[in-house]
């Protein structure tokens, strides 16, 4: 298209002004339906993802609903044996506990002190008298009464076992012929035992 006028002649590609416009329509377009794309996503997302938690937080509610049921059945037990515990329960407990020995302590310091080469087989605890059966190998340059000695005087020292044992005893120590082996019993007694 020529438009004439005072000094010359101007040209106008109006087709190219439309196409130009139309190209920026198709960009917004583009991006309007990119945009609304992602807006949707977004919420889709988001709605799973709320739907997820509250789900979640719905089975940890039933969850603790039941163990507070479960807690109420026993609390409603408990109140309906109407179980009273006297004074003087808590005071024969209190009894017992101070009568008890504990073992593992006991039998930890018997293991501690034992010497090298020599086993423990057998003990029993009856009447405030403690029974330790055993055996072990001298060479030839030991003497098993004085090993022996030296392993109750060990006893004897350590607190964790005299507290309660006071006195010790060697019942025995045979030794069998040629192979070095020792046989050995000691009796243990408890403070009860000695009056005490």
Not at 35 to 54: D, M, Q, R, V
Not at 97 to 123: C, S, V
Request: charged share 25%.
């Amino acid at each position: 298209m020529s438009v004439k006028g005072g000094a010359g002649l101007y040209r106008l590609n109006l087709i190219r002004a439309t196409r130009e416009r139309e190209i920026k329509s198709e960009r917004k377009k583009r991006l309007a339906f990119i945009i609304g794309a992602g807006c949707f996503g977004f919420f889709a997302i988001s709605l799973i993802y709320s739907t997820l938690t509250i789900w979640q937080m719905e089975h940890v509610i039933t969850i603790e609903k039941d163990k507070v049921s479960r807690l109420k059945q026993e609390y409603t037990k408990y109140t309906a044996t109407k179980l009273i515990v006297d004074k003087s329960d808590i005071e024969q407990l209190g009894e017992l506990q101070d009568k008890g020995i504990l073992w593992t302590k006991k039998l930890a310091a018997m293991a501690n002190h034992l010497p090298e080469n020599y086993w423990i087989t057998h003990f029993a605890y009856n009447n405030n008298e403690l029974k330790v059966n055993g055996y072990g190998y001298t060479n030839t340059q030991q003497e098993q009464l004085l090993v022996l000695d030296a392993y109750l005087e060990g006893l004897k020292k350590d607190t964790t076992f005299s507290d309660v044992f006071g006195r010790l005893k060697l019942n025995y120590a045979d030794r069998a012929g040629e192979s070095g082996r020792v046989a050995f019993e000691f009796s243990a007694y408890t403070s009860k035992w000695m009056g005490q």
